[in-house]
């Protein structure tokens, strides 16, 4: 055997091999995400126009909805697709201040306490009722039972908001218990069952409300919309970071230090 082919034997051609994949795979995978960035920008851009419109009127919110759809937990999910999330709102109507819900473990400046929600009565549609996520507030940590006491106005109010989807879904070991008027305090709240228990006409939609009552008590420093690109970026990142790290690796050890290293002569 000659000299080339004890340096090029089957391992060196297996190492080659698995490095070539290896990079294969890990530069795809980069190049997917890159993808999914500009999929996700796409969706930013959406969110951002949407939001820098005119906010809709009541009339206008509801001519949307006509005709009307079924308030399924999924049918405001898609930025891409639903006209209405994310647009400004400005409703008219009067708070049911007995149907306010309380969903636990919800965080904001990184103090655990409750999500406020309190179903509205559009003043424009008296058959139409639209949950209103009012804000934060922070729980009473000696009795966790206990309700947090809340300004609520019982006459006519105005109520800026933007639309949203279902209010975030927390995981819940137990849900035998959501859904029921057991208590106001709940760790997640489904639109559809929250109707059918009140018999409220809840819209398939809930509003995040942004400005209103300055004098309720409520902490309304909600997080901005972010459709999550830098999330892909980095990603990407990482992969192209493994796919050079592979092959800076390959080079070093099959090739520099195989060929360039100096060889031990044999003994006379």
């Known amino acids: 055997m000659n000299s080339a082919q004890r340096v090029l034997g089957w391992r060196f051609w297996m190492i080659t091999l698995a490095a070539l994949v290896t990079m294969a795979i890990t530069a ?10 500009a999929q996700k920008q796409a969706m930013q851009a959406a969110m951002d126009s949407r939001m820098a419109q005119a906010p809709l009127t009541v009339p206008q919110l509801l001519a949307q909805l006509s005709p009307p759809r079924t308030p399924d937990a999924d049918a ?32 904001m400046h990184g103090r655990p306490g409750f999500y406020v929600l309190t179903p509205l009565q559009l003043d424009d549609d008296k058959r139409s009722v ?5 804000g934060w507030v922070p729980r009473n940590f000696e009795d966790r039972t206990r309700l ?20 975030a879904r ?24 929250f109707g059918a228990e009140t ?5 398939p939609l809930s509003v995040v409300q942004t400005s209103g009552d300055a004098d309720d008590g409520l902490l309304r420093d909600w997080p901005a919309v972010d459709s999550g690109v830098d999330k892909h970026y980095g990603y990407a990142f990482q992969w192209f970071g493994l796919c050079a790290l592979v092959a800076i690796l390959y080079v070093w ?16």
């Open 28 to 37: 795809s995978l980069g190049r997917w995400q890159l993808s999914r960035a």
């Open 76 to 107: 405001l999910t898609d930025a891409t697709t639903d006209p209405l999330l994310h647009r400004q709102v400005a409703l008219e109507g009067r708070w049911l201040a007995d149907r306010t819900v309380f969903l636990d473990n919800r965080q």
């Open 130 to 134: 639209v949950m209103v996520q009012r």
């Open 148 to 167: 947090p006491e809340l300004r609520t106005k019982s006459g006519a109010v105005q109520v800026l908001g933007r639309v949203a989807a279902r209010p």
């Open 170 to 193: 927390l995981y819940e070991f137990d849900t035998s218990g959501n859904g029921t008027r057991a208590s106001a305090i709940r760790q997640n709240l489904d639109l559809v069952t």
């Open 199 to 203: 018999g409220l006409p809840i819209l």
């Open 253 to 268: 050890f099959q090739l520099i230090r195989r060929f360039l290293r100096p060889r031990s002569q044999p003994s006379a």
